[in-house]
């Protein structure tokens, strides 16, 4: 009896199982009615319980289950499933491109291009194959950029927050969010939470960001509401729709806001493609001049997938015949989340074109000569190999905000802040005379090849400073009372990397002698070494600068000796020195040889004394002076004796 009470028991155990035991039509129909959420419970469900001798049908759940995790934004488990299905054989090309494509958006690029060329063997020539091969050639290579990218905690819940939008003078920022806050109880079976809505933050007095708050009832309904796109005068607001996620909902719309003292008014829907295929128009972006309003749809006539159009927007929110701006921007994938920043420059987001993984970031500027786009990929770390959409910028900077859903393995999108830090490109230098004193108040002209033209003073330390521009050549010319004029010229690089110049002038002053540092001559002779022609190559140089000016030569001896040989043999060695600067092209009248031999010992300046501590500044180093130095000294004091000086005898002044 107890025997066979079990054995009743068994069966009706068996027969509450095969009820509740879940169908893969159950799944599919969640699939096709995106309810993503739900789906991947029953898919779960499904593999488990399926036997593992039964490869195809686990092939078969496992490649459904990969779409649908693809779907949710979750692409470790998407990753996973997809090996499965390949691992059982599941009979789909395209299967192979999803793989790679979803590799790629992991950063997986090694085993992503793996993928990619063995899908291109069975579908030669394809374009997301070929585009995803391109972009992962290019993640490879690329450098990080300075752009500095950071997570606003302030702005972010535990769900999802993206396509933020700035408002009101950089003071308000409004974005979608699925977060607790949101209104309604019943949540999204796409996702399994709750709806979308729309937030804002706002700045206070101190222009610090206020915690996020959700937008009245009369925009925020219980379903979706997202991607928000205001006027630049703040008066209207667009926005996507969606009344709900089953299948026979209604397709996404974009809506439009008024402003009212202070307050939103009820969203309208925007006609847009009537007459058109059923489409899901959704993801606003109004240009900044109001003219066009741009949007995502899948309506026919595009490039495949979601692709971004325009509309002319007339009185009365009429909007004219929608345009499809090409093959430039649109690609075989989804392009979406546009932004207008100003009326030749497009932000938009693509999972077609090559870029680093998932959405990748793009800007197309108009080339209004050729009425053609110009596209190009945002660097990293805007770009990375998760999705990175809904960019907003500040009015007058290379700052705002995007979404990503980078290091969320939910597949949950956050806002994130980026900065593009100015490069600092800073030119300093000081003026001192050939003493080494420091002249203030000499003036500093500073013309630039890209017209820019400035004019600095000189500080109590001789010192001025400029921020220069990349890559650009500048003249610069120090003039100072009392001095000649000096010119310098200086070209700065075109890196974008912080650079420090140091342009100095060693000014040149009239009537006071000026020594020529590096002069020497044979012992007891007045011919030149080598070595001394350099420096007075200098000097040529100053005299072919000048040509208005001349120059008393002036060569002294130290004490040594009888002083009729020391002028003589000075004054042949002043000889040699102004032979040398005629041979080099200077006009004789323009320089007069004096020797003084021994009778004009040196007064020791500043730059000599800290030179040499044991001489002090004004010393004058006569022969009763020296003879009380030290004999290592002396041989010292007797080589600044040892001298050879120019003067400038006849200035004409530089008149700016």
């Known amino acids: 009896m107890t025997s066979a009470y079990n054995y009743i028991l068994l069966l009706f155990a068996l027969f509450i199982v095969a009820c509740n035991q879940v169908k893969l039509s159950d799944a599919r129909s969640q699939y096709l009615r995106g309810e993503y959420h739900a789906a991947s419970e029953t898919y779960r469900k499904l593999y488990r319980n399926t036997p593992q001798d039964e490869q195809p049908l686990r092939g078969v759940i496992a490649f459904e289950m990969a779409e649908n995790y693809r779907a949710l934004n979750q692409s470790a488990r998407a990753e996973v499933a997809y090996a499965n299905a390949i691992r059982f054989g599941y009979p789909d090309t395209m299967m192979h491109l999803s793989y790679a494509r979803t590799l790629h958006r992991q950063g997986k690029y090694r085993e992503a291009a793996d993928v990619y060329r063995n899908f291109l063997h069975l579908q030669p020539g394809h374009p997301l194959a070929v585009n995803g091969l391109e972009g992962i050639a290019i993640a490879q290579l690329e450098q990080p950029s300075r752009y500095v990218v950071r997570r606003m905690d302030l702005f972010n819940s535990a769900r999802s927050e993206f396509s933020p939008m700035l408002a009101r003078r950089d003071n308000m920022l409004y974005f979608t969010s699925s977060r607790d806050e949101a209104s309604g109880e019943t949540k999204s079976p796409v996702t399994g939470v709750k709806y979308n809505d729309l937030f804002v933050s706002e700045k206070d007095v101190n222009g610090v960001w206020k915690r996020p708050r959700p937008l009245p009832d009369e925009i925020n309904t219980d379903f979706d509401e997202g991607t928000p796109s205001i006027t630049a005068d703040g008066e209207w607001m667009y926005y996507t729709f969606s009344g709900a996620d089953s299948g026979d909902s209604a397709f996404p719309t974009i809506y439009y806001s008024k402003r009212v003292n202070g307050a939103w008014s009820a969203g309208r829907p925007l006609q847009i493609g009537k007459g058109h295929t059923p489409s899901l128009f959704a993801h606003p972006a109004i240009a900044p001049s109001g003219r066009y309003l741009y949007f995502v749809s899948d309506m026919p006539g595009g490039m495949g997938g979601k692709d971004i159009w325009r509309v002319e927007i007339m009185p009365g929110h009429k909007v004219g015949v929608p345009e499809n701006p090409g093959p430039r921007i649109n690609s075989a994938g989804n392009e979406m989340f546009p932004y207008v920043r100003n009326d030749s420059t497009l932000y938009f987001s693509s999972d077609g074109l090559p870029g680093r993984g998932g959405l990748d970031l793009f800007v197309a500027v108009n080339r209004q000569q050729t009425n053609d786009w110009l596209v190009s990929s945002l660097p ?273 002044f530089f008149t700016p």
């Open 380 to 652: 990293i770390p805007l770009n990375s190999p998760a999705d990175d959409f809904g960019i907003t910028f500040t009015r007058d900077a290379e700052q705002g905000f995007f979404s990503s859903n980078r290091d969320d393995a939910r597949g949950y999108d956050h806002i994130f802040s980026f900065v593009y830090p100015e490069t600092t490109i800073l030119v300093t230098g000081f003026a001192v005379d050939q003493e080494d004193e420091f002249i203030m108040g000499a003036a500093v002209r500073v013309a630039g090849s890209d017209g820019s033209q400035q004019q600095f003073i000189t500080n109590g330390k001789g010192e001025y400073q400029f921020k220069a521009t990349g890559g650009t050549d500048y003249l610069l010319m120090a003039t100072a009372d009392g001095f000649l004029k000096q010119e310098k010229s200086l070209r700065t690089t075109s890196e974008e990397i912080d650079t420090l110049y140091y342009v100095d002038f060693e000014m040149i002053p009239y009537d006071k002698p000026v020594v020529l540092e590096h002069i020497f001559y044979d012992f007891n002779r007045a011919v030149l070494r080598p070595e001394s022609k350099r420096e007075l190559d200098n000097l040529v140089a100053i005299l072919l600068d000048h040509p208005e000016i001349s120059i008393e030569l002036t060569a002294h001896t130290d004490r040594k000796g009888d002083e009729a040989y020391n002028l003589e043999l000075s004054s042949k060695r002043a000889q040699a020195a102004a032979g040398y600067l005629m041979e080099s092209g200077i006009e004789e009248k323009r320089v007069a040889a004096v020797g003084r031999g021994k009778t004009e010992p040196k007064r020791v300046s500043k730059s000599i004394a800290a030179q040499f501590p044991f001489l002090q500044e004004g010393d004058v180093l006569t022969d009763d002076f020296i003879k009380l130095l030290a004999p290592n000294q002396q041989a010292v004091a007797d080589q600044v004796n040892r001298r050879t000086e120019f003067r400038v005898v006849e200035p004409t």
